[in-house]
């Protein structure tokens, strides 16, 4: 099994070019989430989907867009990217639909936006 | 979401025991404890969770007193590979899937 996976592993963009990131995890999970990690700093959701076709904010949303394509996959996407943006995003997945659940993380996204 | 607070770094050196104390002064009734592990460039992993006194699996040890107002991490015997950030999230089902990371706890491991 691969696990979690993310594509592209790094990204540069200019300012007000768009871009999608896409996660896929082959562990048939049902939730899954889209995280920003900027550095030295935690971890901040930025939107979960606790099963397919459902997806709800996190704590920092704007800026930013989601689709769970299907129980295995699940985007995110920046509509104008800006420099704020600049970060590390990792996507992750759990077996349930509850926060508590083991997640299991992806490698990461380095996206910088100059 | 209670608040947790963490040592921002700690040394230790190999075949030590490592101890993180994690504050959350106020967890819910209904909150659990859980730690995730981050090496560099990459993301984190869960390492262990648990609700009140002891829990002990092949990789480390939580420790949580009565009050559950904190919490402990323990590693024993450290080696280098153990380098890493070190979270402690308190969350409850209650709180859906808003997990919140904190700073962590860098832990450096020396020869």
């Known amino acids: 099994n691969a696990g979690v996976t993310q594509t592209p592993k790094f990204q540069v963009l200019k300012t007000g070019q768009s871009m999608t990131l896409q996660c896929a995890q082959d562990?048939?999970?049902?939730?899954m989430y889209w995280y920003r990690q900027d550095p030295g700093m935690g971890l901040r959701l930025i939107y979960y989907s606790a099963s397919e076709g459902t997806t709800d904010k996190g704590e920092v949303p704007n800026g930013y867009n989601v689709s769970r394509l299907n129980k295995r996959e699940f985007s995110l996407r920046l509509e104008s990217a800006a420099p704020s943006q600049t970060s590390v995003y990792f996507c992750?997945?759990?077996?349930?639909?509850?926060?508590?659940?083991?997640?299991?993380f992806g490698p990461g996204t380095r996206l910088t936006v100059l | 979401l209670a608040k947790t607070t963490q040592p921002i770094s700690m040394d230790s050196y190999e075949g030590q025991e490592v101890n993180i104390t994690c504050s959350h002064n106020?967890?819910?009734?209904?909150?659990?404890i859980t730690w995730y592990q981050q090496f560099p460039s990459q993301g984190p992993r869960f390492i262990i969770q648990g609700y009140k006194t002891k829990v002990t699996n092949e990789v480390a040890s939580l420790f949580i007193p009565a009050d559950r107002k904190s919490s402990t991490l323990s590693l024993p015997r450290v080696s280098l590979s153990d380098t890493a950030v070190y979270y402690c999230?308190?969350?409850?089902?209650?709180?859906?899937?808003?997990?919140?990371f904190g700073g962590g706890t860098r832990v450096l491991v020396k020869p």
């Open positions: 992750a997945s759990s077996k349930g639909s509850e926060g508590l659940d083991e997640q299991f």
């Open positions: 562990m048939n999970h049902n939730s």
């Open positions: 999230l308190v969350g409850s089902k209650a709180a859906g899937n808003k997990l919140t």
């Open positions: 106020n967890i819910a009734t209904n909150d659990y």
